[in-house]
């Protein structure tokens, strides 16, 4: 039950820190770094970030350092721009998109596999019976 509120927060957060991380931090660590989403609680105190690493596992490691790292500074970065009351803490979550898509396409193409056997084996098949049993020639007598 997310809140007009909460969803309007919850994108002017991923808007910020997209642009934040778009300047740079001055973080050599710091990798392609997309935002995904933002969840923010229902007392708006806690958003959770999501985001998303091109690069290998290594690349991901680090972004996630220096993104810990800079959690401080992201902070009060959106506490300046957003003129609410109290400044939500910042946990950045990495996103599993990738992988998902990944293992999706990996049974996506094993089922493109399986469908073009099956379609093999139906190109030489004949009927065990009459082609079709229930479908009987029409007479002009019966019309």
């Not at 995904?36 to 290998?56: I, N, R, W």
């Amino acid at each position: 039950m997310s809140s007009e509120r909460q969803a309007r927060l919850a994108d002017r957060i991923r808007v910020l820190i997209a642009e934040r991380l778009e300047k740079g931090l001055r973080d050599p660590r710091l990798g392609f770094t997309t935002i995904t989403d933002v969840k923010v609680t229902g007392d708006l105190q806690h958003a959770s970030v999501f985001y998303t690493v091109l690069g290998t596992e290594k690349e991901r490691n680090d972004s996630a350092e220096a993104l810990k790292a800079a959690t401080g500074m992201l902070r009060s970065e959106v506490g300046r721009q957003l003129s609410i009351r109290l400044t939500p803490t910042l946990e950045f979550i990495p996103d599993a998109i990738p992988e998902n898509a990944g293992h999706i396409e990996d049974l996506l193409r094993e089922a493109r596999e399986r469908d073009a056997a099956v379609a093999g084996l139906a190109t030489g098949a004949v009927y065990a019976g009459e082609p079709d049993p229930y479908v009987k020639p029409r007479t002009e007598d019966a019309e």
